[in-house]
C-alpha cells in the first residue's frame, strides 16, 4: 500500500482523560492506536482491547518440547550405548525424570524470550512515528492513525478530553 496514513498524537495530563479517549476511539472505529505511559498500566490495556498474552502458549509448547527431548534424548543414548547394572532395565524412566526436567526448564524459558520478541516485533527497527519525551515523565500519550477522511473525527474525539498538546504527524504507511 501506498497511500499516506494520518494521525494525530494527543498528550494527556491524567490517566481518566486518556482511557476515555481511547475507549471513544475504539467505538467510533479507529483500529490504528498506540497508547504512550510513563510506565506500564493495565487501564489503557484493557481501553486497547489487550486479552492474556500469548507469551504463555510458547511457554507451554517450548516446556511440553523440552519434555518430550530430555525423555527422547535419554532414552537413545540409552538404546545406544545400553549398560546392564545389577540387572536393570536398560531404559529406566525415573533416572531420566532430572533430565527431562532441566530440559523443560531450559526449553521453556528459550521459548518464552523468543516469543516475546516475536509478539513484541523486536527488534523494532522502524522509529515512532511521533513521540514526545513527555511520555517518560509522567503524561500520557494516544496516537491515532487514520485516512485524511477521519482525521476531523479523531481530533474531536481527542479534543473531548481536553489534551495538553494535540499534534499531527503522518507516516507511509506499511503492508
Request: charged content about 20%.
Amino acid at each position: 500500500m501506498s497511500a499516506a496514513t494520518h494521525g494525530l498524537l494527543a498528550s494527556y495530563e491524567f490517566l481518566d482523560s486518556t482511557v476515555d479517549a481511547i475507549e471513544k476511539l475504539r467505538k467510533a472505529g479507529f483500529t490504528d492506536l498506540k497508547a504512550y505511559a510513563p510506565y506500564p498500566e493495565h487501564h489503557i490495556e484493557h481501553a486497547l482491547g489487550y486479552g492474556q498474552s500469548p507469551v504463555r502458549v510458547f511457554t507451554l509448547v517450548g516446556g511440553l518440547t523440552g519434555t518430550a527431548t530430555g525423555f527422547a534424548f535419554t532414552t537413545w543414548t540409552s538404546m545406544d550405548w545400553p549398560l546392564v547394572v545389577g540387572g536393570k532395565p536398560i531404559v529406566s524412566i525415573p533416572a531420566y525424570v532430572i533430565i527431562a526436567f532441566e530440559m523443560t526448564v531450559l526449553f521453556g524459558a528459550l521459548a518464552t524470550v523468543i516469543g516475546l520478541f516475536i509478539l513484541s516485533k523486536l527488534p523494532n527497527l522502524r522509529p515512532p512515528v511521533i513521540y514526545d519525551p513527555e511520555f517518560s515523565n509522567g503524561r500520557y500519550g494516544v496516537y491515532v492513525g487514520t485516512t485524511a477522511g477521519r482525521l476531523d473525527e479523531a481530533r474531536k474525539i481527542l479534543n473531548d478530553e481536553e489534551p495538553v498538546e494535540l499534534r499531527e504527524g503522518s507516516e507511509a504507511a506499511h503492508a
